[in-house]
């Protein structure tokens, strides 16, 4: 890892002393059991009982300890936990009061609307630290990864909050496949024989990468151009002249040199990128996606203000060894709606085992758009595979609100 962006990572919730101080948080009467119980069952949607600790209990009265318990009996991981804890904190010391509903705006969460400044998530409350934990796992957001406002821009290039039918591919035959296809947009997958040496397996990794980028222009459509805007297409012919956007997982160099139209990371590629990358991708104009899979790594992406944040997995899948239990449509939905509602919004994507079934769901979330992989590389027909999920979410569209 680079000395650069590692030390950076390491800065997990310290706060900022520019930052102003929250206010104390507001106290509640002592809270029983039937009292969390029924906050329990309130929120019952967004449990995952494989995860939840049943013996969690509010070390105090206050918002902050309750709502912690309240998220780790409902199976949310300790570090999402502890950003929901101060979401709660947040907004019961703005309104003096607790509320038992879910929170959901963004200013609760620490995220903050873009502007010419860096974006910095707000550290909680220094005045009450994780009850269970002396400092904050991996994944916990952070505010050293924001650009220098003199400096940096502090946004990636912008994509449409509609990204359609988004394919994750192995290989650049797939994308050429499936661009020719009518698929709006694609992601190259590539991972190279790690038997080869190193100078070969980047040898290959750029080679692939120039081969998707060619295939994806030959559909008729630029590969990278900072004004390309997806076609309208017809909601009767949601395969009819598309202008394929080509994403490159991990691979960024590769896809800068190649002239790609974004690339995509996941938290272990953040994790291992040298200090100056993320600057280099913004200058280059690159869109950025970047994967999640709870309120952690989503306020970590968020600060990024990337191009827009992947969200998952939402059903099993059996394509990777994944870290965290699959979050379900409801997760999906408060994730969904708390990135919606900051300005601007930052486009979702809804990924993992996701099929033509799961759509309506998908939909009902409000997330922008969805990815799949074995939906269309296991299928028979994928070019009729892919018309399916297309029209069938053209007819579900409304409900997205994108």
Known sequence: MAPGLS??????????????????????????????????????ALALPEQADATAQPRSASAYDLAWALARRLGFIEADAQVLAAAWQRRSAREGRWRDDWPQDPDDFGLVAASASAQRPKPPDPQHPPPHASAAPPGTPHAKLDPDPQTEPT???????????YAVLPDAAWVQRLAAAGVPTLQLRYKPDPALPAAERA????????????????????????????AQRSKLHPAASPQPRLFINDHWQAAIEAGAYGVHLGQEDLDALPAAALQQMRAAGLRLGLSTHGYAELLRAAALRPSYIALGAVFPTTLKAMSTAPQGCARL?????????????????????????????????????????????ASPDPATAAQALQRRWAELRPLTGA
């Open 7 to 44: 030390a950076a990572l390491q800065l997990r919730y310290k706060p900022d002393p520019a930052l102003p101080q929250l206010k104390p948080c507001f106290q509640m009467q002592a809270v029983p059991v039937t009292r969390l119980n029924a906050l329990v069952q309130r929120h019952a």
């Open 155 to 165: 946004s990636f290039a912008p994509c449409p909050l509609a990204l359609g039918l």
């Open 203 to 230: 040898a290959a990794v750029a080679a692939e990468v120039r081969a998707a980028v060619a295939a994806v222009g030959a559909a008729g459509a630029p590969a990278h151009a900072a004004t390309s805007r997806p």
């Open 333 to 377: 939905r408060a994730y969904a709606q708390l990135l919606a509602r900051l300005r601007p919004a930052i486009p979702t994507v809804a990924i993992g085992g996701i099929d033509l079934e799961h759509l309506g769901a998908i939909a009902a979330s409000g997330v922008g758009s969805f990815a799949v992989v074995r939906a269309l590389t």
